[in-house]
């Protein structure tokens, strides 16, 4: 899991790992979608009572679930920034998760009453100066989920979402899904950036067999560690 391997190539050699300090502050973003189809004919009759209705449910969903989402990520007993000004990234984790020590990864967290959930990073040295050098979201979702199945304890993986979003610099999320000999069916979400010619990996790892599958509330603050992942602004 703490590899980096799935971004090699004969155009980039990674090299064993090694580099200010600023928190990272979570984004909620709300996105509400409308699609219209202008060739349309179809005519459509609604009451007024019952738009009314309509907005009304609305809004009351919508603001339940920033409400829930804000209570995730602004509540300090939740989730806490941490900073590594060494090596230069920033992101935030659960406050109960304790910080242990592992051989590959420059920073690792575990969950205290099941150790297989965990929260790491990984930063190695590139020639790139960017990931869109190497290439789209998509081209190194299919590295990362490669390098998985390559795995002698992998028995089966699968890229759920591929994303992309603004940090510092452009940062490339993935969510996967893993069942493996070693605790079964695993939710992965995975970000990476690359700053100062440096590869940062985030992987946040969580059990999600069908028996105990991960909830609602546990899957918002892991996407919230997922957002918060960043390089600290250059000094």
């Known amino acids: 899991m703490w590899s980096s391997s799935f971004l090699a190539s004969p155009k980039l050699t990674l090299l064993p790992s090694s580099s200010s300090s600023s928190p990272a502050h979570p984004k909620i973003h709300t ?65 109960s998760w304790v910080k242990v020590e592992k051989a590959g990864a420059n920073v690792l967290f575990e969950e205290p009453d099941k150790r297989s959930n965990n929260i790491g990073v990984v930063v190695s040295p590139v020639r790139i100066n960017s990931l869109q050098d190497f290439g789209s979201p998509q081209f190194v979702a299919d590295k990362l989920i490669n390098a998985e199945k390559r795995k002698e304890s992998t028995k089966e993986a699968e890229v759920v979402s591929v994303g992309e979003r603004s940090g510092q610099g452009q940062v490339y999320e993935f969510e996967y899904k893993i069942d493996s000999t070693r605790g079964g069916i695993k939710r992965v979400f995975s970000a990476a950036f690359v700053s100062s010619k440096k590869l940062y990996l985030l992987n946040v790892v969580h059990s999600d067999n069908p028996e105990n599958p991960l909830d609602y509330s546990t899957r918002l603050l892991l996407e919230q560690v997922l957002h918060s992942f960043d390089a600290l602004p250059l000094t």
């Open 31 to 95: 996105l509400l979608c409308f699609t219209q189809n202008p060739s349309s004919t179809v005519g459509i009759n609604v009451s007024k009572r019952h738009l009314n209705i309509s907005i009304l449910t609305l809004l009351f969903n919508g603001g339940f679930l920033l409400d829930k989402a804000k209570s995730i990520s602004e509540s300090g007993d939740l989730l806490q920034t941490y900073s590594d000004s060494k090596d230069g990234f920033t992101l935030l984790v659960p406050s």
